[in-house]
């Protein structure tokens, strides 16, 4: 198992930006593939963003549209999200999430998830 710690959501106007983090313990976090979910409120959970297990590749929900950013850092076991020109419709509770087997924009193939962080953008 491995634990999942979110941090840096709250509320931001539209247009403006945030940074999300995800601090990993647990397992050797070099070999995990990870990823950004979120769920809004009376919706299903949704895939946002995901990064390969040595960050050089990812993959992004449609909706991002350049807008978001995945990175890690494998030397502090932390992954982030960098969220620009944020929306409305961006509001939602965003998870982190791991695998240890494929990078996947299928949110059944993570196992491992963190409580949620809170972004709200107001109009």
């Known amino acids: 198992q491995v634990q999942l710690v979110e941090s840096g959501g709250g509320l931001v106007q539209t247009g403006g930006s945030l940074r999300l983090s995800c601090a990993a313990s647990g397992r050797t976090f070099s070999r995990l593939y990870m990823a950004w979910i979120r769920q809004a409120p009376d919706k299903k959970r949704e895939f946002v963003a995901a990064?390969?297990?040595?960050?050089?590749?990812?993959n992004y929900a449609d909706f991002v549209n350049g807008r978001f950013t995945i990175s890690r850092d494998n030397a502090k076991n932390m992954v982030y999200l960098q969220m620009n020109s944020l929306k409305p419709e961006d509001t939602a509770v965003y998870y982190c999430a791991a695998n240890d087997f494929k990078l996947s924009s299928d949110i059944n193939d993570y196992d491992n998830w963190g409580q949620g962080t809170q972004v709200t953008v107001s109009s």
């Open positions: 990064i390969s297990d040595r960050g050089n590749l990812a």
